[in-house]
Nanobody, 123 residues
C-alpha cells in the first residue's frame, strides 16, 4: 500500500493550492480518505475527510478550514484531492493524506499514511 501526496509549495496569503494524494494497493470503495497537517512545533491535526460511497460519501472539515478548503476523491483514479483557497499563514504545515477502512474520523488512527507534502504560506 502506498499513499503519495503532492502539490505542496509556496503560496501567498489569500492564494490557492491543490494537493493530490495518489493511492495504490487499496480498494477505495471501502476506505475513508483524510488529510491531516502538522505545523512546526505543533501536534498533527485533522483537516478533512471524505467517506467512501459505500458509506455515506460525506465530507467533513475541521472548523479552521471549513469554507476555505474542499476535499474530493476520484476513486477511478485512486486519488484524493484537497483544494485550498484563501490560505492563511497559519495553514503552513506538512500535509499528510491517510486512508482508513472505517468511516471518517478526526483521530489520527488511520490505517495507512503518506509521507506528506509541505505547504508554506508566506508573502
Amino acid at each position: 500500500v502506498q499513499l503519495q501526496a503532492s502539490g505542496g509549495g509556496l503560496v501567498q496569503p489569500g492564494g490557492s493550492l491543490r494537493l493530490s494524494c495518489a493511492v495504490s494497493g487499496l480498494n477505495l470503495n471501502y476506505y475513508a480518505l483524510g488529510w491531516f497537517r502538522q505545523a512546526p512545533g505543533k501536534d498533527r491535526e485533522w483537516v478533512s475527510c471524505a467517506n467512501s460511497d459505500s458509506n455515506d460519501g460525506g465530507t467533513y472539515y475541521s472548523d479552521f478550514v471549513k469554507g476555505r478548503f474542499t476535499i474530493s476523491r476520484d476513486d477511478a483514479k485512486n486519488t484524493v484531492y484537497l483544494q485550498m483557497n484563501s490560505v492563511k499563514t497559519e495553514d503552513t504545515a506538512i500535509y499528510y493524506c491517510a486512508a482508513d477502512s472505517g468511516v471518517c474520523s478526526n483521530y489520527d488512527l488511520y490505517d495507512y499514511w503518506g509521507h506528506g507534502t509541505l505547504v508554506t504560506v508566506s508573502s
